[in-house]
């Protein structure tokens, strides 16, 4: 049962242009999602994350919207940099609870 | 920077055998998670942990599975008999306030391997 989906296993974006990850999720309960970067042989570190009360987060470089009606979110990084180069995985949650659900990750390459 | 550390970094067992995964989550964290991902899935959560009890667990951890803080300082994983698809990376993470209301950090993770 996944409920929560990333269709995209992997990205390449050239350094300097817009990186759009997406996700999508099937559990309308969910109403907290946040974004995590991953490397290799590390944990996952938070990016951003974003309420079902907003539309839009935005955090330097990085902006997540949210799109309810369509149970989609999408992370916008801009510009990319090779240091980006990592999965991103988004994640979702339901107030009260304390089980994050993970999406399957996207692995992202910026090009140098 | 705190952070959240985890030993091993590498468990290799038998099947059968019990093993235990420790975290040093941040010191004035006050919740408790523990994760795994199998090689090139999704990371899934197991339990979570406040108050010296399970707050929520997932349907993965059952009987072979506990979680225990037995100091003020570590949380632990244990698996009391392991199974071959219990292989995976292990991550442990922690928030100072409840989930939604502050960002988990993670530790590097354990990668157990079963034999």
């Known amino acids: 049962d996944q409920q929560v989906k990333q269709n995209s296993p992997s990205l390449s974006v050239q350094e300097g242009r817009i990186s759009i990850l997406n996700c999508d999720y099937t559990?309308?309960?969910?109403?907290?999602f946040l974004w995590y970067k991953k490397y290799p042989a590390e944990g996952p570190t938070f990016l951003i994350s974003?309420?079902?009360?907003?539309d839009k987060n935005e955090d330097g470089r990085f902006t997540v919207f949210l799109n309810k009606s369509a149970k989609h979110l999408s992370l916008h990084i801009v510009p990319s940099q090779p240091g980006d180069s990592a999965v991103y995985f988004c994640?979702?949650?339901?107030?009260?609870?304390?089980?994050?659900?993970f999406g399957t990750g996207t692995r992202l390459k910026v090009l140098a | 920077e705190p952070e959240v550390t985890q030993t091993p970094s590498h468990q290799v067992t038998q099947m059968g055998q019990e093993v235990i995964l420790r975290c040093v989550p941040i010191?004035?964290?006050?919740?408790f998670y523990w994760y795994r991902q199998i090689l090139g899935q999704k990371v899934e959560f197991l339990v979570s942990?406040?108050?010296?009890?399970?707050?929520?667990k997932s349907e993965i951890f059952d009987d072979q599975f506990s979680v225990e803080r037995p100091d003020g300082s570590n949380f632990t994983l244990k698996i009391r008999s392991t199974k071959l698809e219990d292989s995976a990376m292990y991550f442990c993470?922690?928030?100072?306030?409840?989930?939604?209301?502050?960002?988990?950090?993670f530790g590097p993770g354990t990668r157990l391997t079963v034999l």
């Open positions: 993470a922690s928030t100072r306030q409840g989930p939604g209301r502050d960002t988990q950090y």
């Open positions: 559990n309308s309960m969910f109403d907290y």
């Open positions: 974003i309420s079902s009360i907003k």
């Open positions: 994640a979702a949650l339901t107030s009260g609870t304390y089980k994050y659900i």
């Open positions: 010191s004035n964290h006050l919740y």
């Open positions: 942990f406040y108050n010296n009890e399970i707050s929520e």
